[in-house]
């Protein structure tokens, strides 16, 4: 087995592969693409192995997959052996897919804002951050009432699943897109559980939650 | 109505469920942006929301559980007081300068964190807020401005009903009170409370009730040109700050406190208990000390027990020495609880660096105070350290407060005198890069401590010792000038009188506390002349530099110093 993750240090789909592979303790090369602004992902040896031109790919072997959402779920389902991270329940599938989805609607709005401020992107900013901020709302009743049924993650198991991974990154860089989280408590208290995951690691703009033993 | 950034009004701001254990988090009123964080010790802070330093937001910093960490450089502040304890940058130094952060005033009470723009007003319980069992619903922002989401909530009461206003932005009908949080001009938070544990359908009713009633207030808001949002001023914090020289306190500044309590903590040491009148006392590091004013006139030093952000009284250790010359004895002898006593500001002239890989703590006999605050800074930080505490035989003082630690701590009691050598060797070990050992303890323990740490590799810098009592025989018989260059002025020094009392006689305010060369509060930097040094503050290369002296009891060699002074 030899995993290479094609990598941008500062992009948060990359780092949801970064985080789950450092939580199932897996070894793997990075190849380095420069996404700003070499605009690497545009390359032609980039789009023979996403023809999307996005990142993260990530190559196991002779395999080549890409978009982060089915990345997290391949490598749950290969490497996590005691199933923890994608269980194969039905329903649990059903529920991670779902905030699967929220996430790329995350990606849609609180990273575009963020490639909007911080990288040049032409996009309409008021409209990404009012999308942004209306995911958040929803987040953060979803977790208000996590918290008093005893839940603490997104979804219903008692441990995070790919779900967690898949929706924390834009949420932690949300600031960099010029959306605050102070409306959120809920939302502000799982980035603390979230970044108390064994074997959690850090990226640029996300620090780590001190210990609470 | 127009709010008011000095309106006095005490406005909830958080749920207690908002701060679980090691949390901080994010608030804002009348424009100001909090910090709000639960110490361990079940305290509620409400700060500014930025570091003194540049500036960063500490809700993103790290609640270590007495103390709040910023995520930038690491400045460290207290539980109760916000001052700075430590300053990474600056990891050998104490940061004495008086960098405090803002504190608001805070109440925690049914259910709800309240907190207010400032001191004017006391806080008063709502009406009828006694004797329920209070529940607070899920917070719901609203964009609007605070006034417009109060008129929305009194809407949602029954006609024959109609909503109770209350001042404070606060309306009241059925078994249900509504408190609107004036976040800033266009922004609100609607906190309720319901008067009984409510169960899960009620809880999602009242939460759709709620968000319907700010879509709608939120898109009438949004026709409405949106109000000037407030404008708080900020005190400017220098940016030489973490370079300031220290602000001297003079000796006359103190504190009254009551002996809350006083107790035999082992065989001949007395634990104090030392509470402000009221409030809290000023922040300290690990490492500080107190000036104790006696009945009886005498001053004497004792180092803080406490652990970080613990403000709420001063412990501290006294050892009944039979050959005492009357300081400890008056304490332990005369003084009862209920006492009032004056107090000296915290100093630290024994600062704990927080950035070793290992730190030693060595402590003989009643040297274990500092080092038991040491201890439980780097316990909290969950810094690794290991505590030796040499004792005679019998009772080991504070061995509960020890016990309690997570860190290794080992008892080495009644050793024979020629197995405390070979101990203290093995404790220290071969030194290796950021080691530091801190040794308190009797006279011949620092010298064995210092003389074994540097017979197996480690250097000065890394040695950090503070001695009870300077044991040497001072020599004042010489005579000489000093020119104090700060303050153009010279004096002659006469045999049989020090420095500092010379300095005194012609006016100058200049710190001190132990006036015998043992505790360091009295450094001063020496630009001319060759000093002759009788302390034992120093280490032996700050002594040979020549660039410091402590003016109590060191003199002259040459026949002329220059001070910065």
């Known amino acids: 087995m030899a995993i290479t993750l094609y990598d941008f240090e500062l992009s948060g789909n990359c780092y949801k592969l970064r985080l789950l592979m450092s939580a199932l303790k897996l070894r793997y090369d990075i190849v380095p693409v420069d996404f700003y602004p070499g605009r690497q992902h545009k390359a032609d040896w980039f789009l023979r192995m996403n023809p999307f031109g996005q990142l993260p790919v990530l190559k196991d072997d002779d395999l080549i997959l890409s978009d982060s959402g089915a990345i997290l779920a391949y490598l ?57 901020h209306r995911i958040f709302r929803l987040m953060d009743e979803h977790l208000w009432f996590g918290e008093r049924e005893g839940r603490d993650w997104l979804c219903s198991p008692a441990h995070p699943t790919t779900a967690d991974i898949a929706c924390f990154p834009y949420v932690m860089l949300s600031e960099e897109g010029g959306v605050g989280r102070e409306d959120y408590p ?6 603390d559980r979230v970044r108390r995951i064994p074997g959690f690691v850090v990226m640029s703009g996300i620090f780590p939650a001190g210990r609470a033993l | ?77 207290a539980n109760r007081s916000a001052g700075c304890t430590y300053i990474p940058a600056h990891p050998a130094d104490a940061p004495a300068r008086r960098i405090q952060n803002r504190t608001y005033p805070v109440r925690e009470a049914y259910g709800l964190i309240w907190s207010a723009a400032n001191d004017d007003q006391v806080f008063q319980p709502f009406p009828g807020a006694e004797g329920n069992d209070w529940f607070p619903l899920r ?28 001042p404070g932005l606060t309306l009241h009908f059925g078994d249900t009170y509504y408190f609107v949080q004036p976040v800033d001009a266009g922004r609100s ?77 082992a065989d001949g040491v007395i634990g104090f208990e030392l509470a402000p009148r009221d409030g809290h006392l000023p922040t300290f590091q690990p490492g500080a000390h107190i000036d104790l004013h006696l009945p009886n006139g005498l001053i004497r030093q004792y180092s803080i027990t406490n652990g970080p952000g613990d403000l709420m009284s001063y412990i501290i ?21 209920g006492d009032l006593l004056s107090i000296s500001e915290p100093r630290n002239n024994f600062p704990l660096r927080r950035d070793a890989t290992r730190t030693v703590l060595i402590a003989g006999g009643i040297g274990i105070t500092p080092l038991l605050s040491m201890a439980r800074f780097l316990d909290k930080s969950s810094l690794n350290y290991e505590l ?50 801190y040794v308190c303890g009797p006279s011949a323990m620092l010298e064995t401590v210092r003389a074994t740490a540097a017979s197996q590799g480690w250097p000065e810098a890394s040695i950090h010792f503070e001695y009870f009592k300077n044991d040497k025989v001072i020599d004042n018989s010489s005579a000489f000038e000093v020119e104090l260059a700060r303050s153009a002025m010279t004096l002659q020094i006469p045999s ?70």
């Open chain 1, 76 to 132: 749950a389902r290969k490497y996590d052996e005691a199933s923890l991270w994608f269980p194969d329940d039905p329903a649990v599938t059903a529920e991670i897919l779902r905030w699967h989805s929220v996430a790329d609607d995350i990606t849609a709005t609180s990273s575009a804002a963020r490639l909007a401020l911080g990288y040049g992107y032409d996009f309409d900013i008021a409209k990404t951050q009012k999308g942004a």
């Open chain 1, 186 to 191: 809920a939302l502000r208290r799982w980035t």
């Open chain 2, 1 to 77: 109505m127009t709010l008011s950034l000095t309106d006095p009004t005490w406005y909830p701001i958080a749920s207690s469920d908002d701060l679980p254990f090691r949390h901080v988090y994010q608030g804002q009123l009348l424009g100001r942006e909090l910090a709000v964080w639960r110490a361990d010790d079940g305290n509620v802070n409400v700060w500014e929301n930025r570091c003194l330093h540049r500036g960063v937001r500490l809700s993103i910093g790290v609640n270590e559980g007495g103390e709040l960490k910023c995520q930038y450089h690491g400045w460290r502040y």
């Open chain 2, 139 to 166: 917070p719901m922002p609203v964009n609007a401005a605070p006034e417009d989401v109060l008129a929305a909530l009194a809407s949602l009461a029954p006609d024959d009903q109609p909503a109770d206003l209350l």
């Open chain 2, 189 to 265: 938070v609607i906190r309720g409370l319901l008067s009984a544990q409510p169960d899960s359908a009620t809880l999602r009713h009242c939460n759709e009730t709620l968000s319907k009633l700010r879509d709608r207030v939120e898109r009438a808001a949004a026709k409405k040109p949106a109000p000037e949002p407030l404008n708080p001023a900020f005190e400017k914090v220098s940016a030489e700050l973490s370079t300031m020289p220290e602000i001297a306190v003079p000796r006359g500044n103190t504190l009254t406190v009551v002996v809350k309590r006083k107790w035999t903590s």
């Open chain 2, 317 to 337: 250790g006294v050892k009944q020495e039979s050959a005492s010359k009357g300081g400890s004895k008056v304490l332990v002898e005369s003084v009862r609880e």
């Open chain 2, 388 to 437: 030796h505490y040499f004792t005679r035989a019998g009772d080991v003082a504070f061995r509960s407060e020890l016990e309690a630690l997570n860190g290794k701590v080992i008892f080495h009691t009644g050793l024979p005198r020629e197995q405390i050598g070979s101990t203290i060797a093995s404790a220290l070990g071969e030194w290796s890069l950021a080691q530091h050992v």
């Open chain 2, 496 to 565: 049989g009188k020090t420095i500092l009392e010379v300095m005194r006689d012609n006016g100058l305010t200049v710190p001190s506390s132990c006036e015998q060369g043992a505790c360091g509060t009295c450094l001063t930097t020496v630009m001319e002349g060759e000093v002759d040094h009788q302390d034992v503050y120093l280490n032996d290369s700050e002594k040979r530099s020549n660039t410091c002296m402590m003016t109590c009891v060191s003199r002259a060699k040459s026949a002329r110093l220059v001070l910065d002074i």
